[in-house]
């Protein structure tokens, strides 16, 4: 389903969703401009939020999230979350992971699925974590590993 995974884009600028239950502290977005599509066509944005992904080791910020009901996909942008978070993305043709910059920690490992770098569980909006509304990204690896 669209709405339970996240796509990392290098080509996005801003982060995108589906779905508005994923922004906290959504407010209407006031000005005419568009999502330019690769077919040209110009998607309406209709509000502007925030949200944090959780990991283990660090929460994620999430930070300008425009709410684009007639988008397909939720969209992370590469650019933003790096930014914001103070850390990489890193490709292969069969994983990616998300380094934290400072420590060098791995905050996120995933896989690649049909081409594209999905993180696979819903992301939602929260100011005090609560067991039913917070997706927490990562495994535990055993040391034998």
């Not at 290098?10 to 959504?26: C, E, N, P, R, V």
């Not at 690649?112 to 509304?133: D, E, F, H, Q």
Request: hydrophobic share 35%.
């Amino acid at each position: 389903s669209p709405q339970q995974i996240w796509l990392t884009d290098s080509g996005a600028y801003s982060h995108m969703t589906t779905d508005i239950s994923k922004l906290s502290l959504a407010s209407p977005y006031t000005t005419n401009e568009t999502i330019q599509t690769a077919s040209g066509a110009g998607l309406s944005i209709s509000h502007i939020g925030s949200s944090t992904l959780h990991t283990p080791l660090k929460p994620l910020q999430l930070n300008s999230i425009l709410y684009v009901p007639s988008l397909s996909q939720n969209l992370l942008s590469v650019h933003r979350l790096c930014l914001d978070n103070n850390c990489w993305l890193i490709y292969d043709a069969f994983c990616f992971w998300i380094q934290d910059k400072a420590t060098g920690r791995i905050l996120f490992q995933g896989r690649c699925s049909n081409g594209l770098y999905p993180i696979p569980l819903p992301a939602r909006s929260t100011t005090v974590p609560t067991k039913s509304n917070v997706a927490y990204l990562g495994r535990q690896v055993s040391s034998s590993l």
